[in-house]
DNA sequence: TTTGTTTTGGGACGATCGTTCAGGTAGTTT
DNA sequence: AAACTACCTGAACGATCGTCCCAAAACAAA
């Protein structure tokens, strides 16, 4: 016999775990990972203090989820990215300039955050498969026939995008779309 | 009359930032800047804790400080790579590849410690000059005759550095040789 | 030696930190 | 209804934090 109906009380605790990772990514976003705490994440979940030590058993771990979560998400963006482009039957070089460009102007915050999960993860090996999950993906969806320039690639696109990061102003797409190009011709 | 003999007290207190910011730097190649506390940095370096805030105006003031010794040594590492490369005649890939490995293997908390200058810069523009130095001085150094290449070579270096830093283990400069070659051979 | 400047270092203050605990509430099962 | 489980939360503890204060020491200039 399968439970059909889940525990209301499971599903409350879900989901304010949920709200909870949602909160500290917001502040990871604001003001980096120095700025995480039990308090400050609790207030901008608009939650008591000691609600955030009950769902996750430390500090350590409420981080370590939020990061993994916002791998997860990383993820599934690349993963559609490749499919708006498959789909429109182009070779990707404009998309992956238009990502680039919004992940360095408008989602500035969220893509710190996730050089912050980067580093995070050199430093702790369990954080590091979450870490590479969207250069898996990329692997996987995409047909390599050169290995080497595929992993150039992978490289570029994070230089590019480390580097935008210590910008005095966001490159356009239209800046990047130059360098991105050169990065797929294929020779 | 320009006086040749320094202030003794001036050279004590000018060694002793030194020594702090040294030890401000050992800390954050093992614990990342999280470690960095006054108490922390006092006790690697062997000094009273107040020592820290007297050299140092604040706690940013030393990370700062710390972070832009950081990168100046990056910059002149670079500077030499460059000059042995010419000085034996070769393109570099051979020496690219090298410093990579060793900065990934028995570097590995030194490049760590850079790459949080790079996030820490994201926030704070007064470190970004810092952080682009040997952007700067390997631009300045190597004619680029093809402007987009030099900058897929930049953001190349970048990505293969930071994502190393989350493989299980460190890349050997032979599995970096060919992807290095990639990014230097003209087309 | 006297006076002034710079560095040194012990002690302490208030703030904030992570975490614990015990009592209370809501939901499920019997 | 009673027993049980899971979630919630206010209060508080000890530890650690950044920083300030002030007297002593080291050194330079007079």
Redesign the interface.
Same mark, same amino acid.
């Given at each position: 016999m399968v439970k059909l109906q889940v525990d209301g009380r499971k599903a409350r605790g879900e989901k304010r775990r949920t709200e909870l990772i949602e909160a500290t990514l917001r502040i990871i976003e604001r003001d *980096?990972? /120095?700025g995480v705490t039990h308090r400050t994440v609790a207030a901008e979940a608009g939650v008591p203090t000691t609600s955030t030590t009950y769902h996750f058993s430390s500090l350590d771990d409420l981080l370590v989820a939020t990061l993994i979560s916002c791998a997860r998400d990383m993820a599934t963006e690349v993963y559609w990215m490749i499919d708006r482009a498959r789909s429109r039957g182009s070779r990707g070089a404009e998309e992956v300039a238009a990502l680039l460009a919004e992940a360095l102007g408008p989602r500035r915050g969220r893509t710190?955050a996730e %050089?912050?999960l %980067?580093?995070l993860? /050199?430093?702790k090996?369990e954080l590091?498969p979450a /870490?590479?999950r969207w250069?898996d993906v990329l692997t996987s969806m995409v047909r390599h026939d050169d290995e #080497?320039?595929f992993? #150039?690639f992978? /490289?570029?696109?994070? *230089?590019?995008l480390?580097?935008g990061?210590?910008?005095?102003e966001p490159p356009s797409a239209e800046e990047l779309r130059? #360098?991105v190009? %050169?990065?797929l011709k294929p020779?």
């Open positions: *980096g990972v /120095a710190m %050089y912050e %980067y580093l993860a /050199a430093r090996p590091r /870490a590479r250069l #080497v320039a992993r #150039v992978l /490289a570029g696109i994070d *230089g590019l480390i580097q990061l210590i910008d005095d130059p #360098v190009d %050169y990065l020779r």
